[in-house]
């Protein structure tokens, strides 16, 4: 792969805002991108509007600009992508690669996660319905640029996986690929907690004729009493005021070098000694973040 030809992305879903997880996620997609002078393109994941937190699409947008973290090109919104991804689920479902499902979580509850494959010779009408893709009883794998080698029998460990939901709004698994694939991007760099969503994204890939794209799947930030960042779990909103020392913090969660020098810097002077000695290979699979560098 040229360096040229190198296309990221960061892709926040706005149920709330920003975070130190969010951040070394981000941080983490724009170094790699720009260490081989590649683009980083921003894309919001507004797939689910009841989970939307209002204001969180600007306060994301804000915050990533106070941070130095600038990206190329017009924001993507999944959105404005409705008619793209109706008509794949069309393809797909006239196909007789995706059926309609009627089953309820209270009858999937006792199955762990993995569809039983209830409705998938049932042939039920759409409306009002979830559609799911029928998968093969076949094992992905992939090589990670940190979690190493990865696989998962689709048949055994998922099961046929839903790509619209009963609801009519559209499945992460079937918007991010179909928009990774629009937007032409080379190398996704994102949170160890989509590693296990990858193999259905290789699958649908493959169905629809696309490049598999690099993956790296950096670290989940861990708190010392085991939980991780996120949005639901005592997790502080990024403060725009505090840009310098929390990007030194994700530095060092990611494994690079922060100088002492930098703790005096502007945001843009950090991202430009980092972007210079940016390692991926110095990221550890697992981060434990100390209570004092999440505030």
Same mark, same amino acid.
């Given at each position: 792969?040229?360096?040229?030809?190198?296309?990221?992305?960061?892709?926040?879903?706005?149920?709330?805002?920003?975070?130190?997880?969010?951040?070394?996620?981000?941080?983490?997609?724009?170094?790699?991108?720009?260490?081989?002078?590649?683009?980083?393109?921003?894309?919001?994941?507004?797939?689910?509007?009841?989970?939307?937190?209002?204001?969180?699409?600007?306060?994301?947008?804000?915050?990533?600009?106070?941070?130095?973290?600038?990206?190329?090109?017009?924001?993507?919104?999944?959105?404005?992508?409705?008619?793209?991804?109706?008509?794949?689920?069309?393809?797909?479902?006239?196909?007789?690669?995706?059926?309609?499902?009627?089953?309820?979580?209270?009858?999937?509850?006792?199955?762990?996660?993995?569809?039983?494959?209830?409705?998938?010779?049932?042939?039920?009408?759409?409306?009002?319905?979830?559609?799911?893709?029928?998968?093969?009883?076949?094992?992905?794998?992939?090589?990670?640029?940190?979690?190493?080698?990865?696989?998962?029998?689709?048949?055994?460990?998922?099961?046929?996986?839903?790509?619209?939901?009963?609801?009519?709004?559209?499945?992460?698994?079937?918007?991010?690929?179909?928009?990774?694939?629009?937007?032409?991007?080379?190398?996704?760099?994102?949170?160890?907690?989509?590693?296990?969503?990858?193999?259905?994204?290789?699958?649908?890939?493959?169905?629809?004729?696309?490049?598999?794209?690099?993956?790296?799947?950096?670290?989940?930030?861990?708190?010392?009493?085991?939980?991780? /960042?996120?949005?639901?779990?005592?997790?502080? %909103?990024? &403060?725009?005021?505090? *840009? @310098? !020392?929390?990007?030194?913090? #994700? /530095?060092?969660?990611?494994?690079?070098?922060? %100088?002492? &020098?930098?703790?005096? *810097? @502007? !945001?843009?002077?950090?991202? #430009?000694?980092?972007?210079?000695?940016?390692?991926?290979?110095?990221?550890?699979?697992?981060? @434990?973040?100390?209570?004092?560098?999440?505030?």
């Amino acid at each position: 792969m040229t360096q040229s030809r190198y296309t990221g992305r960061f892709a926040p879903t706005p149920s709330g805002f920003l975070h130190f997880g969010s951040l070394v996620a981000a941080l983490a997609s724009w170094l790699d991108a720009r260490a081989v002078d590649g683009r980083w393109q921003l894309r919001m994941e507004d797939t689910d509007p009841p989970r939307e937190m209002p204001g969180a699409r600007d306060a994301i947008l804000q915050t990533l600009e106070r941070y130095g973290l600038e990206w190329d090109g017009e924001v993507a919104f999944q959105s404005q992508r409705f008619d793209a991804y109706a008509s794949v689920v069309d393809r797909l479902f006239n196909m007789g690669l995706a059926y309609a499902c009627t089953c309820s979580r209270k009858q999937l509850e006792a199955y762990g996660g993995i569809y039983p494959g209830f409705c998938r010779n049932a042939g039920h009408a759409r409306e009002g319905a979830a559609i799911r893709i029928r998968v093969p009883e076949l094992t992905y794998r992939f090589t990670d640029r940190v979690q190493g080698e990865y696989q998962q029998h689709l048949g055994r460990e998922v099961g046929d996986f839903v790509i619209q939901r009963r609801d009519g709004l559209y499945a992460y698994q079937l918007a991010v690929v179909l928009d990774d694939a629009w937007q032409g991007i080379t190398d996704i760099v994102r949170g160890a907690d989509l590693l296990d969503n990858t193999p259905r994204q290789l699958y649908l890939q493959e169905l629809l004729g696309f490049t598999q794209p690099r993956y790296l799947h950096v670290p989940l930030i861990v708190q010392p009493d085991g939980h991780k /960042l996120g949005k639901s779990y005592r997790s502080p %909103p990024l &403060q725009a005021d505090q *840009a @310098t !020392p929390l990007l030194l913090r #994700a /530095l060092r969660a990611l494994g690079q070098d922060t %100088p002492a &020098q930098l703790a005096s *810097a @502007t !945001p843009a002077q950090v991202l #430009a000694v980092a972007r210079a000695q940016w390692r991926p290979e110095r990221i550890a699979q697992r981060t @434990t973040v100390p209570e004092a560098d999440l505030h």
